[in-house]
């Protein structure tokens, strides 16, 4: 029953969070950050957008809830050149420590990562491999999509003023390739799919504006 009243007490809306008189972070903020995004091992740099949802739980743990737009090229030895979009939707936990106008903080996430690979074409491309080289005639390569993929995130970043932030962090993803082959040897199965398993990492720098709810 004790355990029960007080966390009754920590989570009441009315009881403020940070009675630390050096504590600089507001129970609830909403944050907005742009920057850029270094790439992975098939796609360049590029630029990166997202928004996110903050709540101080217990002093000095805080959730985040954050959504990141990134928009690249992509291609490698074994991927055709094209355009790349992801949707990065993360729940992250970040610890703070700070004083008057500024404060550090790390945290680590989990993330969903929703993409999207438009191949710009595919004339005279081979796989690097040359078990799938065995597979592809010229030609016979008809579409390429990069599935979802779970992963984690580590992020460190640091505050002035409570309003301005600057954070970087690395992300590891599991995804697929789906590569789909044209069959014409066989009419009971036009069409051959191979996936491939791709573990791919990324890193980002952004600079962000916070809002107090």
């Avoid at 590569?179 to 980002?204: E, K, V």
Wanted: charged share 20%; proline share 5%.
């Amino acid at each position: 029953m004790n355990t029960l009243l007080l966390a009754a007490i920590l989570l009441c809306p009315m009881i403020h969070h940070q009675p630390e008189p050096w504590d600089t972070l507001n129970d609830v903020n909403f944050h907005i950050v742009s920057g850029m995004n270094m790439g992975s091992e098939y796609s360049d740099p590029g630029p990166e957008f997202g928004a996110k949802l903050e709540y101080v739980l217990i002093h000095p743990i805080a959730v985040r809830l954050a959504g990141n737009f990134t928009f690249s090229s992509a291609g490698s030895h074994d991927l055709p050149d094209g355009e790349r979009k992801a949707f990065d939707l993360s729940l992250e936990a970040l610890a703070y420590r700070g004083r008057e106008d500024y404060f550090i903080y790390l945290g680590v996430g989990l993330v969903r990562t929703f993409n999207t690979y438009r191949p710009d074409r595919f004339d005279d491309f081979r796989f690097n491999n040359e078990v799938y080289d065995s597979l592809l005639d010229a030609g016979s390569l008809l579409g390429v999509k990069l599935e979802d993929g779970w992963g984690y995130r580590v992020v460190a970043g640091g505050r002035f003023k409570e309003h301005y932030s600057l954070e970087l962090g690395i992300q590891r993803v599991w995804a697929d390739f789906d590569f789909l082959l044209d069959n014409p040897g066989d009419p009971r199965m036009p069409y051959i799919d191979i996936y491939r398993d791709q573990i791919y990492s990324t890193a980002w720098l952004t600079i962000g504006y916070i809002f107090t709810l």
